[in-house]
Every structure is written in C-alpha cells, then in structure tokens.
C-alpha cells in the first residue's frame, strides 16, 4: 500500500494523473502534459511535489566524522550554509545512493536521499554510527516542493524578502518565512535550470504549494509531474538512481569522481582504489535512426556489444531521441557510431558530450 | 472524452472504420488511449503489402514516458499507411479520430467490436478500475 504525500488533495484537485512510485502516490503529469510541463520549466517555471525524498539529521561532535567515514566526498570544509552533492558507497566500492549534505551548523548536518533507498540508508547509516551522535530519520514529518525554472525567482519575490532567498548555487537559508510560513530554502534542483527547493512541516505544505501556484500564474508556472522530472534530468544527464548507478556501478564509471575524495578514509575507497583507472564511461546518445531508446537496452559498435543503456526518451527541448548508456571505455569517444537494440531491432545511434542540454548562465 | 458514433471500437482501444460492405478498413487509436498514453512522440510505421491478423501486434507507439503495442483489429493486407505520422506523431493526440494509421483491404476475422455506446460503458469500467 503506497503512503500519500501531504499534497496528495492538491495533485488530485489539478487532475494530476496518479501513480505509485517508490512508496508513494505521486503525479505522473497533469492535463497539461509532460511535453508542456518540461518545457515551462525550460523557459518559464514549474513546481514539484517530491516530499517522497528521505531526509535525515546528523548532529554532535562527530557528526562531520561519520558523513566523512560513510560518504565519498569531504566535508571539511562545507561552510554552514552551503550544500554539497555525495555518493554513499558499499565496501566494493558499489553505490548505495547518492545524496545531499547540508550544514546547518559546525555539528549538525540535513541529509536527503532518495525515497526508493531510504529504508535501506537509514539501516546502513545507522549501522555505521560511531562517536558522539544523534541520527534522526525525519522523512515522515517533512515535505519538499520543488520550484524550478528562470521565473523562479521572480516567483519567489512575490512571497518572500529578497534576503531569504539563497544567492548561490548549493546554498540555502533555514528558518525563513514564504508565504508567511516557516521554510527550508535551497537553491538546488534537478533539472538544469536554476530553482528552489524548499523544505516545509507537512502541515503547511498544501497552503505553500498554493500560494506558490497562485504567485506563478502571471509567470507561466505549471504543476509538473515525475515524467517531466525524469525528461529534465535526462537532459541535463543528471544521473539517476538505479539507472546511472546502483550496487553494480562505482562513482569513478558513472561519471561522479568530482565527489569522490581518496585522499581520505570512507567506506568503498580501497575497492574503488584497486580497480585502477574505470573500465565503464557514462556517455551521452543521440539516436540518429528510427526509433526510441530506453533504459537497459544494448549498445553495440558493429557486432560488439560495448554496453547498455541507463535511460532514454525523447527529449523535449532537444526536440529528439537521447539516452545515456554506461560503455566500455575503449569504445567511449566522442562521434562514435553505434547501435542500440531496441526490442530486437538495431538503432543507429553516436556519442554525444554530457550533459545533452545547459543552460545559459 | 471523444467516441464518434459512426466507429467501431476494441477492448484494446483501437478504432476501425469498415467500409466498402466490409470488405476494407482503417484504424487508429482512440481518444482513450492517447489520453492514456500522454504525449506520443513516435510511432512504427508497418509495411504496405504485410499481412496482418486480428488480435494480434499491428505496430507499436511510444510517448515520452513509455512504448504501446496496437493490436489489429481485423485480419487483412495493408494497402496504405498514414505516412504523415512519421513525421507529426502528435497527431494521434490532437485529432485521434483523423489520424487513421493502416488502411487494410481483405478483410477477413475480425477481433470482438463495440459500437460506440459500448465502446464508451467499457471505459467508464475501465478508469472506475
């Protein structure tokens, strides 16, 4: 039995079309249509519902020593305000999730997951805790909208001071009132363009959600659901749990090794040390045949197979077929041909740079 | 929802139009099923000449977020296909009833048809379910 979010009512009051997805009833789209909903946060705005995320807290003196111990990358240096993007690994080096740290404080820490792991992070963080520290899941109390797109701070100008709204890319301010109610405001996102994510007390998530809707209209805002979530993430290659990465993959292959630190200690590194330069490369396809790719689909240069592929679509703003696909490294290169077997027929397809779409900045 | 009165229609949400005293046929898809779909972005276009079987795989269409097979509604040889939806498969969303996909001549078996008052109590079912 799937568990509702806090905006459930408000889904179904737009017409949202439901679906259950890791745990939860969410939208998959509303009226309006994944293509329509992509492309509003492209050029004007959309807003989200993804309080399925887990959210997690990290606090007392060895706080910061056990994210260190457990995630790949360092946070030693996260200032407190800031935010920073982490893989969390098995002892092989495999990948368990990939999450978010925020320091709100030199020991305390917010960490969000992703809600198809989250049973299973918790058990392994907690598994792990060592020192002095207190480890909360908070997931059940806590709601995240998502507002994102170029009208977002326009938007968020309407229902807020200027002074709460964070400034830079992964920072974010605590304690700040939108729309008269207290928030979590994060600017963070996952579909390449610039945005909020703000985290709220369940019970005012309906009246937030709202005053957000209402605030957009004149901005063209939508109500996007999880199919235009996946286009824009896909887009911006923004890997994706369980297709980019899973227990199988380490960070160095699918393409993370910004957020992975050997120069210290955490669990994974010596696995992920001995195996050497990666032998698997995340790469990008542009499917230039007749068809559509999708996730776990083979892919070949002539009549070898090189590697498969993690997700794939059309994808609206490219106004194309793309996927992404991990490949052995030999065959990685940029302007390849190959194919992808698509239920039994070969596709033509080249490797294209990642990320397939960015912003102008 | 649309349902034209003058289709005939499947379990499967496919139209046919049988005409020429039943002796040819177009199809599509209906209203139902590209709402159901979403945006549709691509579809296969069969081969003029192949033969076909009602009941079973005609083609297949994709939408952003997944592939559908189209199942033949009756048995026969494909004599045209709207070549237009190879480049503006969105027609099948906007104006289901006009983008006919194969015309089909020899009409042989066909598949189990409901008329359009059916057509439409079947769907009623189907979203209650």
């Not at chain 1, 080096?93 to 978010?100: A, V």
């Not at chain 2, 097979?69 to 040889?77: A, F, H, R, W």
């Amino acid at each position: 039995m799937e568990a509702k979010t806090p905006l459930y009512d408000c889904h179904v009051a737009l017409q949202g079309k439901i679906v259950p997805f890791a745990g939860y009833l969410l939208p998959v789209q509303y009226p309006a249509g994944v293509i329509a909903e992509h492309m509003a946060v492209r050029t004007a705005a959309g807003l989200f519902d993804v309080s399925h995320m887990g959210e997690v807290t990290y606090t007392g003196k060895d706080a910061l020593a056990n994210l260190n111990r457990l995630l790949t990358n360092d946070f030693t240096n996260l200032a407190e305000g800031r935010v920073r993007y982490s893989p969390m690994c098995n002892e092989n080096g495999g990948i368990l999730d990939d999450l978010l740290v925020y320091r709100r404080g030199p020991e305390s820490f917010l960490v969000v997951v992703n809600a198809g792991n989250r049973h299973k992070d918790v058990a392994w963080m907690q598994e792990h805790l060592f020192g002095e520290v207190t480890f909360a899941d908070i997931s059940d109390q806590v709601a995240q909208i998502a507002l994102q797109g170029p009208k977002s701070d326009d938007i968020l100008r309407k229902l807020t001071d200027e002074a709460n709204i964070p400034q830079k890319y992964y920072s974010f301010r605590e304690n700040v009132s939108v729309a008269g109610i207290s928030c979590l405001v994060s600017q963070t996102g996952y579909t390449g363009e610039k945005g909020y994510e703000i985290y709220v007390e369940n019970q005012y998530a309906p009246q937030l959600w709202n005053q957000l809707l209402e605030a957009g209209k004149d901005y063209g805002l939508l109500p996007c659901g999880l199919g235009a979530r996946d286009t824009l993430r896909l887009e911006a290659a923004m890997p994706l749990y369980g297709h980019e990465m899973d227990e199988t993959v380490d960070p160095l292959e699918t393409g993370l090794d910004f957020a992975v630190k050997t120069n210290k200690d955490f669990i994974g590194r010596d696995a992920i040390l001995a195996k050497g330069l990666p032998k698997r490369k995340r790469v990008g396809l542009k499917i230039t045949g007749r068809g559509i790719a999708r996730e776990h689909q083979p892919v070949f240069a002539g009549d070898r197979q090189i590697g498969y592929t993690t997700s794939g679509t059309h994808l609206p703003y490219l106004n194309g077929a793309y996927a992404m696909a991990l490949v052995d490294s030999a065959y990685a290169e940029t302007g390849r041909q190959v194919t992808v077997e698509v239920r039994g027929r070969h596709v033509a397809a080249e490797i294209v740079p990642l990320p397939l779409y960015s912003r102008n900045k | 929802m649309r349902i034209p009165q003058d289709l005939q229609y499947t379990k499967s949400h496919e139209w046919v139009k049988l005409y020429d005293e039943g002796t040819k046929a177009k199809v599509g898809i209906t209203d139902f099923a590209q709402n159901q779909m979403g945006d549709i972005v691509f579809i296969t276009l069969p081969e003029v000449g192949n033969s076909v079987t009602a009941e079973e795989t005609l083609t297949d269409f994709e939408s952003v977020k997944a592939v559908s097979d189209i199942y033949s509604p009756v048995s026969g040889d494909i004599c045209a296909v709207n070549e237009e939806l190879a480049d503006a498969p969105e027609l099948l969303n906007t104006d289901p009833y006009a983008a006919w996909i194969v015309e089909l001549e020899n009409i042989g078996d066909t598949v189990e048809l409901l008329s359009a008052d059916a057509y439409e109590a079947y769907c009623k079912e189907q979203e209650e379910a």
